[in-house]
């Protein structure tokens, strides 16, 4: 289920801003989302390093980006529902819970 | 632990507000439930065991209902929709019909269509003419279009905001959970604003006013997100009237407070409740125990008189 949204969810982002890499060269890396917040809150990561957010809360989160010149915006994630981008540039892509806007991280790449 | 709140707000048209406004001084956190103290004199019973107050005096009977998050699963309740007819239950035992229902948002859990329609399918059976706004449940990846289809009110502005007038009273229902920014709370909008300050033009100061809005309009815990950014704006427009009663969900518990001539309540969902402020490490959904959910779930009932104004009385499931 989880692995079947992800890979959706990537389909989707072929093309956008931040490209959605092959699998297979990307490192992954994880970001928590517990207790309303995003763990941790500064990722820091190499270029093509895929990045995993994972709902670990019963309440739905999203993963949105705060900046619109590279967007990139999850679906509501329910408990347990994951979401991945692949970063490609380097930069720093503050993003926030657009259901929770109080949520706020950001994934550093250099 | 008593989650019954009552409070009897004696503002109305025909006195100037002030006196009794000191009446509701102490807040005070107490466990998982809010009690008020009174003092006073004011009637501690009133609405509970329900004298037909309102129907005889001239004036009607309302009530909210909140966060009924349909679709939830989660340990907190696994059974929305029981507790939400349960809430129905509790409205059409009271001894007087009420003219309205205002549903103050969360209606669905993740927005999804077969929520919504589900919610609408348990609502109708209220009979009652009802009126929504959303919650930021309600909005998820659509921006509110499968809520606004179902529960949308006619006339309403693209925003999905509104107003309407019912025995005397002004109506209006704000939406505070679209155009979110990083790092704030709910949100009203320039363009609302606007809205609002043109809808109360020409509104008599005595005009008792009645704003309904998911998320809480004054900062109750912005830590947590349960603060509206830009409220003092709308307050500017309506503190010229001696009556305003503000309704909030969101935090699914009862909080009240007066603050001149405008009394805030929060409302306790239908479906679980939510930690205190700062009581939890975050503000998801609280598992208490299967006898105790429903003492922590409920609605509002709110009696308007022309000669005394607005009463609410919140009555738990358990009740
Ligand atoms: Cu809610
Ligand atoms: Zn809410």
Same mark, same amino acid.
């Given at each position: 289920?989880?692995?079947?949204?992800?890979?959706?969810?990537?389909?989707?982002?072929?093309?956008?801003?931040?490209?959605?890499?092959?699998?297979?060269?990307?490192?992954?890396? =994880?970001?928590?989302?517990?207790?309303?917040?995003?763990?941790?809150?500064?990722?820091?990561? =190499?270029?093509?390093?895929?990045?995993?957010?994972?709902?670990?809360?019963?309440?739905?989160?999203?993963?949105?980006? =705060?900046?619109?010149?590279?967007?990139?915006?999850?679906?509501?994630?329910?408990?347990?529902?994951?979401?991945?981008?692949?970063?490609?540039?380097?930069?720093?892509?503050?993003?926030?819970?657009?259901?929770?806007?109080?949520?706020?991280?950001?994934?550093?790449?250099? | 632990?008593?989650?019954?709140?009552?409070?009897?707000?004696?503002?109305?048209? #025909?006195?100037?507000?002030?006196?009794?406004?000191?009446?509701?001084?102490?807040?005070?956190?107490?466990?998982?439930?809010?009690?008020?103290?009174?003092?006073?004199?004011?009637?501690?019973?009133?609405?509970?065991?329900?004298?037909?107050?309102?129907?005889?005096? /001239? +004036?009607?009977?309302?009530?909210?209902?909140?966060?009924?998050?349909?679709?939830?699963?989660?340990?907190? #309740?696994?059974?929305?929709?029981?507790?939400?007819?349960?809430?129905?239950?509790?409205?059409?035992?009271?001894? #007087?019909?009420?003219?309205?229902?205002?549903?103050?948002?969360?209606?669905?859990?993740?927005?999804?269509?077969?929520?919504?329609?589900?919610?609408?399918?348990?609502?109708?059976?209220?009979?009652?003419?009802?009126?929504?706004?959303?919650?930021?449940?309600?909005?998820?990846?659509?921006?509110?279009?499968?809520?606004?289809?179902?529960?949308?009110?006619? /006339?309403?502005?693209?925003?999905?905001?509104?107003?309407?007038?019912?025995?005397?009273?002004?109506?209006?229902?704000? !939406? #505070?959970?679209?155009?979110?920014?990083? +790092?704030?709370? /709910?949100?009203?909008?320039?363009?609302?604003?606007?809205?609002?300050?043109?809808?109360?033009?020409?509104?008599?100061?005595?005009?008792?006013?009645?704003?309904?809005?998911?998320?809480?309009?004054?900062?109750?815990?912005?830590?947590? /997100?349960?603060?509206?950014?830009?409220?003092?704006?709308?307050?500017?427009?309506?503190?010229?009237?001696?009556?305003?009663?503000?309704?909030? +969900?969101?935090?699914?518990?009862?909080?009240?407070?007066?603050?001149?001539?405008?009394?805030?309540?929060?409302?306790?969902?239908?479906?679980?409740?939510?930690?205190?402020?700062?009581?939890?490490?975050?503000?998801?959904?609280?598992?208490?125990?299967?006898?105790?959910?429903?003492?922590?779930?409920? !609605?509002?009932?709110?009696?308007?008189?022309?000669?005394?104004?607005?009463?609410?009385?919140?009555?738990?499931?358990?009740?």
């Amino acid at each position: 289920m989880t692995k079947k949204i992800m890979r959706g969810i990537l389909a989707a982002f072929a093309g956008a801003v931040l490209m959605a890499g092959t699998a297979l060269a990307a490192d992954t890396k =994880a970001v928590a989302i517990s207790n309303f917040a995003f763990d941790p809150p500064t990722l820091t990561v =190499a270029p093509g390093t895929k990045v995993v957010w994972t709902n670990h809360d019963e309440e739905p989160h999203t993963v949105t980006s =705060a900046s619109k010149a590279a967007p990139f915006k999850s679906a509501g994630l329910d408990t347990d529902e994951a979401f991945s981008v692949v970063f490609n540039r380097p930069g720093t892509y503050k993003y926030f819970c657009s259901i929770h806007p109080h949520m706020v991280g950001e994934i550093v790449v250099k | 632990m008593d989650t019954t709140s009552i409070d009897r707000q004696s503002i109305g048209p #025909n006195e100037p507000g002030h006196t009794r406004r000191g009446l509701l001084k102490c807040m005070a956190w107490a466990g998982t439930g809010i009690l008020w103290t009174m003092s006073g004199g004011v009637p501690k019973g009133f609405g509970l065991g329900g004298e037909a107050v309102a129907s005889e005096t /001239g +004036g009607f009977t309302f009530v909210q209902i909140s966060d009924s998050h349909i679709g939830f699963k989660g340990a907190a #309740n696994p059974a929305p929709d029981a507790t939400l007819q349960q809430a129905l239950a509790k409205i059409a035992a009271l001894p #007087n019909r009420p003219a309205l229902m205002l549903h103050t948002g969360d209606v669905s859990h993740l927005s999804k269509p077969a929520e919504l329609d589900a919610a609408a399918e348990i609502l109708k059976t209220a009979r009652l003419d009802t009126h929504f706004i959303p919650g930021e449940h309600d909005v998820i990846g659509d921006d509110g279009k499968a809520f606004f289809a179902r529960f949308g009110a006619p /006339g309403a502005a693209p925003g999905g905001w509104y107003s309407f007038d019912h025995g005397g009273v002004h109506f209006i229902a704000l !939406v #505070n959970v679209l155009g979110f920014t990083p +790092g704030t709370g /709910g949100t009203l909008g320039p363009t609302q604003l606007e809205w609002l300050e043109d809808d109360l033009k020409g509104k008599g100061a005595s005009t008792p006013i009645v704003v309904m809005a998911h998320v809480p309009l004054w900062p109750i815990y912005p830590q947590w /997100g349960w603060t509206t950014g830009d409220a003092g704006q709308a307050f500017t427009y309506l503190r010229r009237f001696g009556s305003v009663t503000v309704l909030n +969900g969101h935090i699914h518990q009862i909080v009240q407070k007066v603050e001149d001539k405008v009394t805030f309540h929060t409302a306790m969902s239908t479906a679980f409740p939510q930690p205190a402020p700062g009581q939890a490490p975050s503000p998801g959904p609280m598992k208490v125990p299967a006898d105790k959910l429903k003492s922590m779930l409920g !609605v509002r009932r709110i009696d308007y008189a022309p000669a005394t104004g607005l009463a609410a009385a919140d009555l738990t499931l358990a009740s």
